[in-house]
């Protein structure tokens, strides 16, 4: 089982990236595919969530607007599509997969509870200069 994360570069404010999540090994329509970051000195927190279960999807309120996941089912890669890059979304980028988040769909709750994922990728470093 492989999640692979990249993507991630230096940017401007207001700028944009395209970071993408390749999966192997499992039956990715099984699985939730969700972006976790962690910023230096913070606790990691959850931006992104959807479903290969029921396509359902979930934003972290300080991303809402701004980022957009998308599932290439064909190719097994989950992309994250981030616009309005700020300096406070500066952070190292990890995906993740969950079956739990799946059947419950990303709309739960608990979608963002870090121990339903069973993978995590390595993470890609997002900067953003002010």
């Known amino acids: 089982v492989q999640l692979q994360a990249s993507g991630g570069g230096l940017v401007h404010n207001g700028g944009s990236l395209k970071l993408s999540c390749t999966t192997s090994?499992?039956?990715?329509?099984?699985?939730?595919i969700s972006w976790f970051r962690q910023a230096p000195g913070k606790e990691r927190e959850g931006v992104s969530c959807?479903?290969?279960?029921?396509?359902?999807?979930k934003y972290a309120d300080s991303v809402k607007g701004r980022f957009t996941a998308s599932r290439v089912n064909g190719q097994n890669v989950v992309h994250l599509e981030a616009n309005g890059l700020k300096p406070e979304d500066t952070a190292v980028y990890f995906c993740?997969?969950?079956?739990?988040?799946?059947?419950?769909?990303?709309?739960?709750?608990?979608?963002?509870?870090?121990?339903?994922?069973?993978?995590w990728g390595q993470g890609t470093l997002v900067t953003v200069s002010s």
């Open positions: 959807i479903s290969g279960h029921d396509g359902s999807t």
């Open positions: 993740a997969a969950s079956i739990p988040v799946a059947a419950a769909g990303c709309t739960s709750p608990n979608a963002f509870l870090q121990v339903l994922y069973e993978e």
């Open positions: 090994g499992f039956n990715f329509n099984y699985y939730a």
